[in-house]
């Protein structure tokens, strides 16, 4: 599985975009990125994943660049609730290969 | 809610004791997989099975045993326990043992060890 690359902290204020980056230089080509987060020791709540291209669903967009080496997650409003560890993955196994993620504190 | 359902929550036990922890997949996930978390380590893949059969092992200890059954339920076995099996251990599924666009894996609230 391909190593991902993620801030350890980053904050936010509250409303305000939340942008995570992640570096995934050795993805393969058929390997997805995924988003997982854990808010203070609840079960990895998935959150989206992309190949290639652009994704958006009701919790957030992914934003893929072109040669799949980077993303970004972005959280659009972020609220309180948003604070929780992230995790950016990449699939290209059976399994999820955890990183350290990035832990993401929205303030008031 | 994933659908995941995981028992028990909280579990207390003396070291050398052995214990079992259960999981229930979403409906329809054929695909069971467990992971450990304690305070030093993040998330440890353990095992995962497929439709009853074992598909990936990571760095789970000889101590440690997993099983699926026909009806897809899934429990993990730590035996000998010591200190330092001390985590939430998590268990999630997924339809196929793959990846792809609709094989997203979903977890569960997770089982809570105290070894002491």
Redesign the interface.
Known sequence: DAKTTQPTSMDCAEGRAANLPCNHSTISG???V?W?R?IH??????II?G?KNNETNEMASLIITEDRKSSTLILPHATLRDTAVY?CIT???????????TRLTINP | DSGVTQTPKHLITATGQRVTLRCSPRSGDLSVYWYQQSLDQGLQFLIQYYNGEERAKGNILERFSAQQFPDLHSELNLSSLELGDSALYFCASSVDPGTGPGNTIYFGEGSWLTVV
Request: hydrophobic share 20%.
């Open positions: 058929n390997e997805y995924y997982y854990q020791s609840q079960g990895p709540q998935y994943h190949l995790y699939q290209g196994a059976q399994k999820l290969v955890f990183g350290q993620g």
